[in-house]
């Protein structure tokens, strides 16, 4: 079985969003393949001496019995734990909102929510020569000033809508900002039913 994992510090447990540096583990793979990876990684870019720095630090953390290891693995469990009880707050408000759905959130940073828009704000959005999700996420963004990603630009089946949020914000912004896009979503279906 050939086996890839991938490891970016910018996704980690920190999110250290912006650090560029990451590695690879590639095992069993088709040597051809092996050798294409290797040519197609060998033609970009290194990572800045500062995201370089990172991953050592990434691959090589405090170990036991070191000076700094009870305070990162603190810090680190914290860290870990605030991002569970977000992506649970984020996944349960969007499920929430009618006519939405939101997987999990699960090794990520972002939730990825599906949602139904009203035909009259799909013809709206047509008129004006812009994806729905897309006419949805500037609704949003002028109403309250929150900012997503329209799933159009990720490859969704027709038909459908999505749209991509972070959720990084402290929890008493990330409540705040979800009661906000949650009363903006239903004065749009209102508006546009």
Known sequence: MELASFMSCSKGYMGECGLRGGYTEVINLD????AMLLKSVSAMLCPTVLGQAVMDCVV??????????ESFQNEKNSVLK???ERAKLVADTFNSIPGMSCNPVQGAMYAFPQFKLPERAIKEANNQGIEPNAFYA?????????CIVPGSGFGQVEG???FRTTILPQ????????DS?????????EQWE
């Open 31 to 34: 040597p051809e393949v092996k």
């Open 181 to 189: 896009f949650k009363d903006f979503h239903l004065k749009f279906l």
């Open 138 to 146: 500037f609704q949003l963004l002028e109403n309250t000033g929150i």
């Open 171 to 178: 929890p008493d912004k990330l409540k705040t900002m979800l």
């Open 60 to 69: 090589n953390p405090p170990q036991p019995g070191e000076p700094s290891y």
């Open 160 to 162: 459908t809508y999505h």
């Open 82 to 84: 605030s991002l569970a």
